[in-house]
T-cell receptor, first 109, second 113 residues
Framework: KNEVEQSPQNLTAQEGEFITINCSYSVGISALHWLQQHPGGGIVSLFMLSSGKKKHGRLIATINIQEKHSSLHITASHPRDSAVYICAVPNQAGTALIFGKGTTLSVSS | EPEVTQTPSHQVTQMGQEVILRCVPISNHLYFYWYRQILGQKVEFLVSFYNNEISEKSEIFDDQFSVERPDGSNFTLKIRSTKLEDSAMYFC???????????FGPGTRLTVL
């Protein structure tokens, strides 16, 4: 069974700071998901990546398949980035996602 | 933009009652999922569904739970006899392909009294 660990658990930043959230997993996977959960509870898919790097606006996700590690970076953070960021990986059959506990990010102005 | 919808947004029920949570997945998606999140805890997988069959279910998904695709658009989760510990946010998700990107609905908050 794949174990997904995220760090840090909580993160406080000032507006404009560069943010890094880390995710490691124990069993090799085909792809990794980064998701954002808003304070109201809704979950939004940010990235699904299987190698290298993906960028969307101020968000960058990287993955190192050999080291079983991924990072989510936010450049020029803004208060509206405040949310829980969750890393998730598929089970071996690809029929379910296994979630990390999430990183709670709070950005103040 | 297509989205997954869920109804109701909030359901309050008495312990022992049956509840049905409804989801409308994105129309061209073939894989459907239910997840739950107990307050303050991580999201947990319940069940996945493809081609009118359960593909995978977790240990949480016991005989009290069932899923159904009663027509071409709805995907439902039924809890037969609710317990206090079933109180959680329930998320439906869908994906186009196996192990593809999953799109989540807004969730149904279930409160069991």
């Amino acid at each position: 069974k794949n174990e997904v660990e995220q760090s840090p658990q909580n993160l406080t930043a000032q507006e404009g700071e560069f943010i890094t959230i880390n995710c490691s997993y124990s069993v090799g996977i085909s792809a990794l998901h980064w998701l954002q959960q808003h304070p109201g509870g809704g979950i939004v898919s940010l990235f699904m990546l299987s190698s290298g790097k993906k960028k969307h606006g101020r968000l960058i996700a990287t993955i190192n398949i050999q080291e079983k590690h991924s990072s989510l970076h936010i450049t020029a953070s803004h208060p509206r980035d405040s949310a829980v960021y969750i890393c998730a990986v598929p089970n071996q059959a690809g029929t379910a996602l296994i979630f990390g506990k999430g990183t709670t990010l709070s950005v103040s102005s | 933009e297509p989205e997954v919808t869920q109804t109701p947004s909030h359901q309050v029920t008495q312990m022992g009652q049956e509840v049905i949570l409804r989801c409308v997945p994105i129309s061209n998606h073939l894989y459907f999922y239910w997840y739950r999140q107990i307050l303050g805890q991580k999201v947990e997988f319940l069940v996945s569904f493809y081609n009118n069959e359960i593909s995978e279910k977790s240990e949480i998904f016991d005989d009290q739970f069932s899923v159904e695709r009663p027509d071409g658009s709805n995907f439902t989760l039924k809890i037969r006899s609710t317990k206090l510990e079933d109180s959680a946010m329930y998320f439906c998700a869908s994906s186009e392909g196996l192990a593809g990107e999953q799109f989540f609905g807004p969730g149904t908050r279930l409160t069991v009294l």
